[in-house]
């Protein structure tokens, strides 16, 4: 019989997205035109209710505002207002909308009416635009749990102010993408996948590797791939976006999964064993599946009760090995990328029975069916099995080789008599010492059973 035991062993990832577009559900208290393209909204400050307004060149700016009111005061600060003595900005009004048109970057704007104001702040992108010029892999993280950037880029912090005067960043969004082999589970196999993900923190001062934040897990690169930056989705909104390339990047990290199956002869006594604990000879077949040829070497070893060193040492994907003496077993399987310093282990515990062997001494064959009518042997951890059944004049009558079967009390198709019959029982436990058990069964019967089915001895 077979019995199925999975260990496996991985990460799960998720894609992170981000957007420098507001969201649908949300309010434009101020409408900003003009510059090169549409301006963006860059940031909603809900808390603070300020927006934030890229806008790609000043020529042509002009923020609206529409109320109720045919009559607005436009007013505009540096770095916090000034409500008791506000600088004020001259507009044009039509109807119940103002427009103002000398916008200047680095300011925040305001229309005063009333507690409840609202804020708009202006940045000219076009002075901030990311350029990159020099893009590679830096050496300040290992390799084999993640990867980071360095490299030469105008990335100057574009920041607005609070109408509480506290200054605030704009987050950019940037997108990195490579080739690298996710796990399928359903099919135990690796599979390509390009990877695309953004994240709105500096391309050189992140580590990009799997984490259990969503929007901060990168999948480990598990192939040679290309890796590209592109940025920002600012820079992609006005058309002016700019991408850095390392076109080969030699892979470094390890992934391992592993499977574990184990086939048995017979269940013995022990059907219910705690698991990781099966009775010999068992029959294992272990399965590791790595990212080759990345991971270029996979190492199996088992050690037997505490040993320091392997019992068995096998270079494959592949280990089929037979369990047949008694004791503890650790089973690891190692796996390494073709530099030798990334390295992936699991490991696996498994348990060998003592030999056990119990004889009935007396069965009730065609009595009472599926109750006592089987002359079997109670087992556990038993090999190379051997059984014969014999009459009081030697004639054998019965021969089984499988401990989980045993003699109906029959012979040529009949019942046997009610009597002695006598058993020869050898096999070998799993100390590898070979056993020999004789005795004597007895057969009982009852005088319904049918006599016509009797063998005369």
């Known amino acids: 019989m077979f019995m199925e035991i999975s260990r496996r062993f991985h990460l799960l990832f998720a894609i992170l997205s981000l957007t420098c577009t507001l969201p649908a559900q949300q309010i434009e208290y101020y409408k900003v035109t003009g510059g090169k393209g549409t301006p963006v909204l860059a940031d909603d400050n809900s808390n603070n209710r300020i927006q934030v307004y890229l806008v790609h060149g000043m020529e042509n700016v002009q923020i609206s505002y529409t109320s109720s009111s045919t009559s607005h005061q436009w007013c505009r600060y540096r770095t916090r207002p000034d409500l008791n003595n506000p600088e004020r900005v001259s507009a044009e009004q039509n109807g119940t909308t103002s427009t103002i048109t000398d916008v200047e970057d680095g300011y925040g704007y305001y229309v005063d009416e009333g507690s409840m104001r609202r804020y708009v702040w202006i940045i000219d992108y076009g002075k901030y635009a990311f350029d990159i010029r020099r893009f590679d892999v830096s050496q300040e993280i290992d390799e084999c749990v993640g990867i980071r950037f360095e490299g030469d880029a105008d990335l100057e912090d574009m920041i607005y102010y609070t109408p509480a005067g506290a200054p605030e960043k ?241 012979y040529g198709g009949k019942y046997v008599p009610a009597g002695a019959y006598y058993y020869l029982i050898e096999y070998t436990g799993t100390d590898g010492r070979r056993r020999v058990k004789k005795g004597d069964v007895n057969v009982f019967r009852t005088r319904r059973t049918d006599t016509k089915t009797d063998i005369v001895e």
Not at 232 to 254: C, L, N, Q, W
Not at 261 to 290: H, K, S, W
């Open 170 to 410: 704009v987050k950019r969004v940037f997108e990195l993408s490579y080739e690298t082999l996710i796990w399928d589970d359903a099919t135990k196999s690796f599979s390509p996948e390009r990877i695309s993900k953004t994240f709105d923190t500096h391309p050189f001062a992140t580590s990009f590797m799997p984490s259990s934040s969503p929007e901060r897990n990168f999948p480990l690169i598990l192939t040679d791939t290309e890796i590209t930056l592109t940025g920002d989705m600012f820079a992609r909104h006005f058309g002016v976006e700019k991408s850095a390339t390392i076109p080969f990047y030699e892979a470094k990290a390890v992934e391992l999964y592993c499977d574990t199956a184990v086939a048995f002869y017979g269940t013995g006594i022990d059907a219910d064993a705690p698991e990781g604990e099966l009775q010999a000879p068992a029959y294992v077949t272990f399965r590791a599946y790595a990212n080759v040829p990345v991971a270029s070497l996979i190492t199996w070893k088992i050690f037997k009760d505490e040993n320091t060193s392997p019992d068995v040492l096998f270079n494959a994907e592949e280990l089929v090995y037979t369990f047949d003496r008694e004791g503890k077993y650790k089973i690891t399987v190692e796996t390494s990328n073709r530099s030798g310093n990334c390295t992936e282990e699991n490991s696996f515990d498994i348990s060998i029975t003592e030999t056990f062997m119990e004889i009935p001494n007396a069965f009730s064959p065609g009595v009472t069916p599926g109750i006592n009518d089987i002359f079997r042997v109670r087992y556990k951890s038993v090999m190379n099995f051997r059984g014969s059944i014999f009459n009081r004049w030697g004639t054998e009558l019965f021969r089984w080789t499988d401990p989980s079967q045993g003699w109906d009390g029959k």
